[in-house]
């Protein structure tokens, strides 16, 4: 297999999995977002920190590091 050929069959192997875990994070991560009640302050800003920053992170490694 040539060089070209690996990165396009790992390439292709990869993104489901990685799809799901960052799916199944943030899905999870949703809650403390839209949290409301006594001690939400502080629930809301780690969801927000911890989903913002996952979201960013899975755009990062399914776009942008295949292209570079």
């Keep these: 297999m040539t060089i070209r050929q690996?990165?396009?069959?790992?390439?292709?192997?990869?993104?489901?999995?990685?799809?799901?875990?960052?799916r199944a994070s943030l899905l999870g991560f949703f809650p403390l977002v839209i949290t409301t009640g006594v001690g939400s302050?502080?629930?809301?800003?780690?969801?927000?920190?911890?989903?913002?920053?996952?979201?960013?992170a899975t755009i990062l490694s399914l776009l942008i590091v295949p292209v570079l």
């Design 6 to 22: 690996a990165a396009i069959t790992a390439a292709q192997e990869r993104f489901r999995p990685i799809v799901m875990t960052s």
């Design 41 to 56: 302050a502080s629930r809301w800003s780690l969801g927000t920190a911890l989903f913002g920053g996952l979201l960013v």
